[in-house]
């Protein structure tokens, strides 16, 4: 191997990791919160570039429709007030898909604002009624989730592959464009900002009060399922900028949120599902482990990635035992 090669080896272990991080510290957000592991990230991470170029062409996504339908879902499951804020949401949501078909920049918002929208929607319907469920029930239910997202975005979008126009046009150096480093900053700021927001704010610090004590943050005046609210939001706003900053660098397809996201997974388990930094500098690890291996052994990157697991699950054991002794 020469220096030219580890240069470029390098430079898509980066890129490769600021990818896994943005879906991991969205992970670790909403398990902070919910204890929920939001398996389904990488389909709402796809549905906001699909989204962006079915509009793009002038037609309505079946995402929308996926949309509304939870949306009034979820106002027959709330009472009196209210249900007519999702109401609401929906049919702001509809009216701006409308004026947004051929629009970029509209479409932009729309195809965030959809990510957010459905976030919300997915939480208030599936999550929260099973708000004092355990973390397996959730992670199953989150797995389900996933099947049936990803099923669906196969009947929305087909099996295709789609490519946006970039932001950025033009490279910084071979194998690097200005779209990639845009990816870096916005991943940088986000981890930044999260850590910031969890440690510095008082909003932060209620989202974490209702995380580690229901009970006791509902005495304190915080609503548990506000907060997780608050938290899928966030997360589907981070999924929604991800998916629209990354889908020009590898594309957008219905299937290719699974990977990323499993990955994505592999680097918050680096984090212990807790600390945004390690979270993202595990991704970063995952991406250099993942271009190294796919160079010496391509056969068997996929699984010496899901390797890293057993070392990250067993000290996870290690220190939960010796926290119970």
């Known amino acids: 191997m020469d220096a030219t090669i580890l240069g470029l080896l390098l430079l898509d272990g980066v890129q490769n990791g600021v990818i896994y991080g943005l879906l991991a510290l969205a992970m670790v957000l909403v398990f902070a919160v919910t204890r929920v592991i939001l398996v389904p990230i990488g389909e709402l991470m796809m549905f906001a570039p699909l989204s962006f170029v079915w509009l793009q062409e002038g037609k309505l996504p079946g995402t929308l429709w996926l949309a509304l339908a939870l949306g009034v879902l979820w106002a027959l499951l709330e009472r009196g007030r209210g249900r007519g804020l999702p109401l609401l949401g929906g049919m702001g949501l509809l009216l701006l898909f409308l004026l947004a078909q051929g629009s970029p920049a509209l479409a932009y918002l729309a195809a965030l604002l959809l990510v957010v929208y459905l976030g919300v929607a997915t939480y208030r319907v599936f999550f929260q009624p099973m708000r004092e469920a355990t973390v397996l029930a959730l992670l199953i239910m989150a797995v389900g989730l996933h099947v049936a997202y990803q099923g669906l975005g196969l009947v929305f979008f087909g099996p295709e592959q789609f490519r946006p126009d970039p932001l950025l046009q033009g490279e910084v ?18 981890a930044a900002a999260l850590y910031l927001f969890f440690r510095r704010s008082l909003f932060g610090k209620a989202l974490l009060a209702a995380a580690e004590n229901r009970l006791g943050a509902r005495l304190c005046g915080i609503r548990p399922e506000e907060a997780g609210m608050v938290a899928f939001a966030i997360a589907g706003l981070m999924a929604a900028l991800s998916g629209l900053l990354l889908a020009p660098l590898i594309n957008a397809a219905y299937f290719m949120g699974f990977m990323l996201g499993l990955k994505a997974f592999v680097a918050a388990i680096l984090g212990g599902l807790v600390s945004y930094p390690v979270a993202f500098l595990g991704a970063v690890l995952v991406g250099l482990f993942e271009s190294f291996t796919s160079f010496y052994a391509s056969a068997y990157k996929e699984a010496l990635v899901f390797l890293l697991l057993v070392p990250a699950l067993f000290y996870q054991s290690l220190r939960a035992k010796g926290v119970e002794e």
Do not use: E, Y
């Open 173 to 190: 150096v071979v194998g690097l464009t200005w779209q990639g480093v845009l990816v870096l900053a916005f991943a940088l700021l986000s």
